[in-house]
């Protein structure tokens, strides 16, 4: 069954620190991954995509960072910010084929001053 | 900067009434989608629409629901007798002609079913 799964569920961590989310998924093959933003109430926005061959995007303080054959991703956060806190979903589409994007559950950030 | 609008932003309806959500797209894209997210729970995946049918849906979309794109800008979503499970967030998105676009998605719909 195609899954996306991330860790942690949730994290706090002090302004200026650096994080690093995980999303490790089952789906394949697999057309792009996508890690989105998700503030509280609103609709996700989109920080990266990356196709089954690109390694690493970046996005300002954002990195995705990107392991087809452990089927890993990964979002480092650098230099957090208290903008920053949110949800981080990880998103997976399966192939070129089909719109049924598949997403995770999401990491909650929580930056503390 | 080019958005995505639904309204309204929150609607409160009773069971087994009929509710209409919209969405206004980004104008040049070719691409929509609604997705509902119960609270606390992960986005999931509805319906897609191209060229003014619906390319693909889930298996949550099921008869209760119906998608149109009646005049060119908007896109409804309709269910026609809700249901307590319906209670959700619902969120339309589109995108441009390639697969690689982004998503752009908007702000949600909040939906109350008593």
């Known amino acids: 069954k195609n899954q996306v799964e991330q860790s942690p569920q949730s994290l706090i961590i002090l302004e200026g620190k650096n994080c690093t989310l995980q999303?490790?998924?089952?789906?394949?093959?697999?057309?792009?991954l996508r890690w989105y933003k998700q503030d509280t109430g609103r609709g996700p926005v989109s920080l990266t995509i990356m196709t089954f061959s690109e390694n690493t995007k970046s996005n300002g303080r954002y990195t995705a960072t990107l392991d087809a054959d452990t089927k890993q991703s990964s979002l480092h956060i650098t230099a957090s910010q208290l903008s920053d806190s949110a949800s981080y979903i990880c998103?997976?589409?399966?192939?070129?084929?089909?719109?049924?994007?598949?997403f995770g559950t999401g990491t909650r950030l929580k930056v503390l001053a | 900067e080019p958005e995505v609008t639904q309204t309204p932003s929150h609607q409160v309806t009773q069971m087994g009434q009929e509710v209409i959500l919209r969405c206004v797209p980004i104008s040049n894209h070719l691409y929509f989608y609604w997705y509902r997210q119960i609270l606390g729970q992960k986005v999931e995946f509805l319906v897609s629409f191209y060229n003014n049918e619906i390319s693909e849906k889930s298996e949550i979309f099921d008869d209760q629901f119906s998608v149109e794109r009646p005049d060119g800008s908007n896109f409804t979503l309709k269910i026609r007798s809700t249901k307590l499970e319906d209670s959700a967030m619902y969120f339309c998105a589109s995108r441009r002609e390639s697969s690689y676009n982004e998503q752009f998605f908007g702000p949600g719909t909040r939906l109350t079913v008593l």
């Open positions: 998103v997976v589409r399966p192939t070129s084929g089909t719109y049924k994007y598949i």
């Open positions: 999303c490790n998924y089952t789906v394949s093959p697999f057309s792009n």
